[in-house]
């Protein structure tokens, strides 16, 4: 994979979350009854930094958990074996709550489909919103997200790497040639 361009710099991102935050809080009319999730692997820190945000701007500490959809995905049978999994973590109760589910790009729909399967393997939320810090378009499932950091039309041949410093060492949003 090449890189092809810097997408978003550690300060534009943060700064996109930030406006995520604030649209969070807008949407549901505060934080009362939000949870965030995010799809591991780089949906935890997307969902950790909007929880930091949130505390900042609210003064209010969101309940923030993470999810490993490993088993609910729909192409197990072309992995192979089957892959290991990850923790889940959700330590409170979903139901009747606002659930926030956080990833870090949104393609197919396909790894959102599953999440929303294992998310309500934990009860039934008020609603099922969804936070991307990057929308590349290609969806194959009628899902679309209430909160996009960026909009990102791209070719089949390029692909969206979104790092962050508690996965990757770095922050950054880029576009690679495959």
């Known amino acids: ?72 995905r729909d192409d197990l049978s072309e992995i192979g074996r089957l892959p290991a999994a990850s923790d889940t973590s959700i330590d409170f109760d979903i139901r009747d709550k606002n659930v926030i589910l956080c990833d870090d790009v949104l393609f197919t729909g396909r790894t959102v489909r599953a999440a929303i399967e294992a998310l309500l393997h934990f009860g039934r939320p008020r609603t099922i919103q969804l936070a991307v810090l990057v929308d590349r378009g290609h969806r194959e499932l009628p899902i679309r997200a209430d909160y996009v950091g960026k909009n990102i039309p791209t070719s089949l041949h390029e692909s969206i790497a979104v790092k962050f410093a508690e996965t990757d060492g770095e922050t950054c949003v880029l576009i690679c040639e495959e």
């Open 1 to 72: 994979m090449k890189t092809k361009i810097v997408l978003l710099d550690d300060v534009t991102l943060g700064r996109t979350l930030v406006r995520m935050s604030h649209e969070i809080i807008e949407k549901n009319k505060g934080t009362d009854g939000i949870v965030l999730v995010g799809i591991r692997t780089r949906g935890v820190p997307m969902a950790k930094l909007l929880r930091e945000n949130i505390r900042r701007i609210e003064g209010v500490d969101v309940e923030t958990g993470s999810l490993d959809i490993t088993h609910y």
